[in-house]
Protein backbone atom coordinates (compact mmCIF):
# COMPACT_ATOMS: atom_id res chain seq x y z
CA UNK A 1 0.00 0.00 0.00
CA UNK A 2 1.57 3.18 -0.79
CA UNK A 3 2.25 6.14 1.56
CA UNK A 4 1.92 9.43 1.09
CA UNK A 5 5.29 11.59 1.33
CA UNK A 6 5.88 13.30 5.01
CA UNK A 7 9.16 15.30 3.89
CA UNK A 8 8.29 18.42 1.86
CA UNK A 9 10.51 20.65 -0.22
CA UNK A 10 9.66 24.42 -1.02
CA UNK A 11 11.58 25.13 -4.20
CA UNK A 12 12.02 29.17 -4.86
CA UNK A 13 11.79 29.54 -8.32
CA UNK A 14 10.02 28.02 -11.37
CA UNK A 15 12.58 28.69 -13.85
CA UNK A 16 14.97 25.36 -15.73
CA UNK A 17 16.48 24.72 -12.44
CA UNK A 18 13.29 24.70 -10.13
CA UNK A 19 11.38 22.79 -12.39
CA UNK A 20 14.15 20.51 -12.88
CA UNK A 21 14.61 20.40 -9.11
CA UNK A 22 11.04 19.40 -8.73
CA UNK A 23 10.53 16.83 -11.09
CA UNK A 24 13.80 14.79 -9.77
CA UNK A 25 12.04 15.32 -5.99
CA UNK A 26 8.80 13.94 -7.26
CA UNK A 27 10.66 11.05 -8.26
CA UNK A 28 11.85 10.33 -5.53
CA UNK A 29 8.82 10.33 -3.45
CA UNK A 30 8.91 13.84 -2.00
CA UNK A 31 6.31 16.54 -1.86
CA UNK A 32 6.99 19.59 -3.50
CA UNK A 33 5.64 23.00 -3.73
CA UNK A 34 7.11 25.25 -6.64
CA UNK A 35 6.83 28.86 -5.36
CA UNK A 36 7.18 31.56 -8.56
CA UNK A 37 7.55 35.39 -8.26
CA UNK A 38 5.99 35.92 -11.84
CA UNK A 39 2.28 34.98 -13.01
CA UNK A 40 3.13 32.63 -15.94
CA UNK A 41 5.87 31.12 -17.29
CA UNK A 42 8.25 33.74 -18.75
CA UNK A 43 8.66 34.28 -22.57
CA UNK A 44 12.37 34.59 -22.20
CA UNK A 45 13.91 34.29 -25.81
CA UNK A 46 17.03 32.89 -25.11
CA UNK A 47 19.10 29.87 -26.53
CA UNK A 48 20.48 27.01 -24.27
CA UNK A 49 23.12 24.25 -25.27
CA UNK A 50 23.73 21.08 -23.04
CA UNK A 51 26.30 18.81 -23.49
CA UNK A 52 25.99 14.95 -23.00
CA UNK A 53 27.45 14.81 -19.71
CA UNK A 54 24.56 17.28 -18.68
CA UNK A 55 21.44 14.97 -20.46
CA UNK A 56 22.96 12.44 -18.73
CA UNK A 57 22.67 13.72 -15.56
CA UNK A 58 18.92 15.25 -16.67
CA UNK A 59 18.16 11.23 -17.33
CA UNK A 60 19.56 10.00 -14.00
CA UNK A 61 17.34 13.19 -11.98
CA UNK A 62 14.52 12.26 -13.72
CA UNK A 63 14.46 11.00 -17.50
CA UNK A 64 11.36 13.11 -17.92
CA UNK A 65 13.87 15.97 -18.08
CA UNK A 66 15.49 14.37 -20.98
CA UNK A 67 12.34 13.20 -23.14
CA UNK A 68 11.32 17.18 -22.49
CA UNK A 69 14.54 18.24 -24.10
CA UNK A 70 14.64 15.99 -26.87
CA UNK A 71 11.15 16.90 -28.15
CA UNK A 72 12.04 20.66 -28.82
CA UNK A 73 15.79 20.26 -28.71
CA UNK A 74 18.10 20.05 -32.11
CA UNK A 75 21.54 18.40 -32.07
CA UNK A 76 24.49 20.55 -32.94
CA UNK A 77 25.02 19.46 -36.78
CA UNK A 78 28.57 21.16 -36.69
CA UNK A 79 31.89 19.56 -36.62
CA UNK A 80 33.63 21.92 -34.92
CA UNK A 81 32.40 24.34 -32.07
CA UNK A 82 33.39 27.91 -32.95
CA UNK A 83 34.50 30.64 -30.70
CA UNK A 84 33.72 34.03 -31.95
CA UNK A 85 34.95 37.27 -31.10
CA UNK A 86 31.81 39.60 -30.33
CA UNK A 87 33.11 42.75 -29.07
CA UNK A 88 36.23 43.63 -31.34
CA UNK A 89 34.77 43.42 -34.61
CA UNK A 90 33.61 46.54 -35.96
CA UNK A 91 31.30 45.65 -39.07
CA UNK A 92 28.68 42.81 -40.06
CA UNK A 93 31.40 41.57 -42.36
CA UNK A 94 34.04 41.45 -39.80
CA UNK A 95 32.10 39.83 -37.59
CA UNK A 96 31.53 36.76 -39.67
CA UNK A 97 34.88 36.80 -40.84
CA UNK A 98 36.58 33.94 -39.64
CA UNK A 99 40.36 35.65 -40.15
CA UNK A 100 38.84 38.89 -38.38
CA UNK A 101 36.68 37.24 -35.31
CA UNK A 102 37.48 33.41 -35.03
CA UNK A 103 39.70 32.93 -31.71
CA UNK A 104 38.97 29.13 -31.82
CA UNK A 105 37.50 25.92 -32.50
CA UNK A 106 36.84 22.80 -30.75
CA UNK A 107 35.57 19.28 -31.68
CA UNK A 108 31.63 19.29 -31.44
CA UNK A 109 32.43 15.34 -30.85
CA UNK A 110 33.48 15.45 -27.09
CA UNK A 111 30.73 17.60 -26.16
CA UNK A 112 28.00 16.29 -28.23
CA UNK A 113 25.94 19.70 -27.34
CA UNK A 114 21.68 20.03 -27.95
CA UNK A 115 20.34 23.14 -28.53
CA UNK A 116 16.94 24.17 -27.44
CA UNK A 117 15.15 27.69 -26.88
CA UNK A 118 14.72 28.11 -22.93
CA UNK A 119 11.12 28.93 -22.96
CA UNK A 120 9.94 25.86 -24.85
CA UNK A 121 11.95 23.25 -23.06
CA UNK A 122 10.67 25.08 -19.75
CA UNK A 123 7.34 24.23 -21.03
CA UNK A 124 7.66 21.13 -21.79
CA UNK A 125 9.02 20.09 -18.60
CA UNK A 126 6.80 21.87 -16.65
CA UNK A 127 3.97 20.21 -18.35
CA UNK A 128 5.11 16.93 -16.30
CA UNK A 129 3.97 18.88 -12.86
CA UNK A 130 1.14 17.35 -11.32
CA UNK A 131 -1.43 20.12 -10.81
CA UNK A 132 -1.15 22.40 -7.94
CA UNK A 133 2.73 21.84 -7.58
CA UNK A 134 3.69 25.26 -9.13
CA UNK A 135 2.35 28.89 -7.09
CA UNK A 136 2.76 31.91 -9.01
CA UNK A 137 2.62 35.17 -8.00
CA UNK A 138 4.60 33.95 -4.83
CA UNK A 139 7.71 36.50 -4.12
CA UNK A 140 9.85 35.11 -1.13
CA UNK A 141 9.65 38.17 1.20
CA UNK A 142 11.29 36.23 4.63
CA UNK A 143 12.51 32.75 5.81
CA UNK A 144 11.75 31.68 9.47
CA UNK A 145 12.35 28.67 11.54
CA UNK A 146 9.98 27.14 13.36
CA UNK A 147 11.47 25.60 16.76
CA UNK A 148 8.17 23.90 17.76
CA UNK A 149 7.51 22.35 14.19
CA UNK A 150 11.19 22.17 13.45
CA UNK A 151 9.72 23.60 9.48
CA UNK A 152 10.93 26.45 7.66
CA UNK A 153 7.99 28.95 7.56
CA UNK A 154 8.20 30.90 4.31
CA UNK A 155 6.39 34.37 3.94
CA UNK A 156 5.74 36.04 0.58
CA UNK A 157 5.12 39.94 -0.74
CA UNK A 158 1.96 39.17 -0.85
CA UNK A 159 0.97 38.59 2.76
CA UNK A 160 0.59 34.96 1.98
CA UNK A 161 2.68 32.20 4.40
CA UNK A 162 3.40 27.83 3.46
CA UNK A 163 5.73 25.75 5.76
CA UNK A 164 8.58 23.18 4.67
CA UNK A 165 11.05 20.86 5.64
CA UNK A 166 13.57 22.08 3.65
CA UNK A 167 14.01 24.35 0.79
CA UNK A 168 15.71 24.99 -2.78
CA UNK A 169 16.51 28.13 -4.82
CA UNK A 170 18.75 28.74 -7.79
CA UNK A 171 22.11 30.61 -7.25
CA UNK A 172 22.47 34.23 -7.04
CA UNK A 173 18.94 35.09 -6.43
CA UNK A 174 17.47 37.26 -3.65
CA UNK A 175 16.28 34.31 -1.87
CA UNK A 176 20.27 33.46 -1.13
CA UNK A 177 20.32 35.71 1.23
CA UNK A 178 17.34 34.90 2.86
CA UNK A 179 17.67 31.22 2.96
CA UNK A 180 21.33 30.87 2.77
CA UNK A 181 21.54 33.02 5.87
CA UNK A 182 18.82 31.19 7.83
CA UNK A 183 20.05 28.84 11.39
CA UNK A 184 18.81 25.37 9.97
CA UNK A 185 20.39 25.66 6.45
CA UNK A 186 23.27 25.35 5.02
CA UNK A 187 24.12 26.05 1.38
CA UNK A 188 26.34 23.73 -0.54
CA UNK A 189 29.67 25.13 -1.84
CA UNK A 190 29.68 24.81 -5.74
CA UNK A 191 32.03 26.25 -8.38
CA UNK A 192 30.28 28.26 -11.03
CA UNK A 193 31.35 28.12 -14.10
CA UNK A 194 27.93 30.20 -15.54
CA UNK A 195 25.24 31.73 -13.48
CA UNK A 196 22.90 29.69 -16.26
CA UNK A 197 23.93 26.47 -15.55
CA UNK A 198 24.63 26.73 -11.85
CA UNK A 199 22.57 25.96 -8.76
CA UNK A 200 22.64 25.94 -4.81
CA UNK A 201 20.52 24.22 -2.60
CA UNK A 202 19.71 24.94 0.95
CA UNK A 203 19.68 21.90 3.00
CA UNK A 204 18.74 21.00 7.19
CA UNK A 205 22.83 21.02 8.37
CA UNK A 206 22.16 17.15 9.76
CA UNK A 207 21.25 16.14 6.12
CA UNK A 208 23.34 18.72 4.21
CA UNK A 209 24.91 17.58 1.07
CA UNK A 210 25.99 18.92 -2.39
Same mark, same amino acid.
Given at each position: ???????????????????????????????????????????????????????????????????????????????????????????????????????????????????????????????????????????????????????????????????????????????????? &???? &??????????????????????????
Amino acid at each position: MATTPTFEVAVIGGGIIGVMTALGLLRHGMRVSVYERADNYPEIGVGMAFTGVARDCMRRLDPRVLEALSRVGEENQHAMNRYWDGFNPTSKESAQSPDDALLFQLSARELAYWGCLRSRFLQEMAAELPDGVVKFGKQLASAVDDTGSEKVILRFADGSEAEADVGSHPLLSPTLLLLS &CHPK &CVTSDTDVETQSSAVMGSTPKRESWC
